[in-house]
T-cell receptor, first 112, second 116 residues
Framework: GENVEQHPSTLSVQEGDSAVIKCTYS??????FPWYKQELGKRPQLIID?????GEKKDQRIAVTLNKTAKHFSLHITETQPEDSAVYFC???????????FGTGTRLKVLA | NAGVTQTPKFQVLKTGQSMTLQCAQD?????MYWYRQDPGMGLRLIYY???????DKGEVPNGYNVSRLNKREFSLRLESAAPSQTSVYFC???????????????FGPGTRLTVL
């Protein structure tokens, strides 16, 4: 079945440094790739997404890149701040399936 | 707008008991979803409703049933709870018109369920 692998499972960075989280998907028909941030005890919230007709998307300090050939996509956070500490989930979805396949999450710790 | 709401927030059951988790959205979304979240396993889809009047199985449907009561409400029922169903349950909704599910899903606050 469809699968999304996410790495690393934990990531610690110094405040101000960059963080990169990578995901690989198995279904070549996947065409929508959202990223969610989940703070402790809270609901997942969308932070950025990308569709398969776009290679890169940026929103202030956050960017996502997509390589359809290799079937992987990455989240980049620059100038990290303590409030960026959370668990980040990637997901992949295919039109008509109504299913997000989530990665297993990355716990990001930003050290002050 | 309240967005997506869920009740209850916490629940403790004994093995074999039944319960229904309630979810409602006020965003006029067509599609609704139920997920469970377990440590180290991300979010897994239990059931979804692409539109009012339809429901379909997700990745982990065994032991659960759902009802799309109307466009706003989507409930999840555990008929005979088991310890393996201890988890955090999230409801979500999305617009899902022509996108066929490839649109933003908005999550509720979650229900933390413990089965003893």
């Amino acid at each position: 079945g469809e699968n999304v692998e996410q790495h690393p499972s934990t990531l610690s960075v110094q405040e101000g440094d960059s963080a990169v989280i990578k995901c690989t998907y198995s279904d070549s028909a996947s065409n929508y790739f959202p990223w969610y941030k989940q703070e402790l005890g809270k609901r997942p919230q969308l932070i950025i997404d990308i569709r398969s007709n776009v290679g890169e998307k940026k929103d202030q300090r956050i960017a996502v890149t997509l390589n359809k050939t290799a079937k992987h996509f990455s989240l980049h956070i620059t100038e990290t701040q303590p409030e960026d500490s959370a668990v980040y989930f990637c997901a992949a979805s295919t039109s008509g399936t109504y299913k997000y396949i989530f990665g297993t999450g990355t716990r990001l710790k930003v050290l002050a | 707008n309240a967005g997506v709401t869920q009740t209850p927030k916490f629940q403790v059951l004994k093995t074999g008991q039944s319960m229904t988790l309630q979810c409602a959205q006020d965003m006029n979304h067509n599609s609704m979803y139920w997920y469970r979240q377990d440590p180290g396993m991300g979010l897994r889809l239990i059931y979804y409703s692409a539109s009012e009047g339809t429901t379909d199985k997700g990745e982990v449907p065994n032991g659960y049933n759902v009802s799309r009561l109307n466009k706003r409400e989507f409930s999840l029922r555990l008929e005979s709870a088991a310890p393996s169903q201890t988890s955090v349950y999230f409801c979500a909704s999305s617009v899902s018109g022509g996108g066929g599910g490839t649109d933003t899903q908005y999550f509720g606050p979650g229900t933390r369920l413990t089965v003893l």
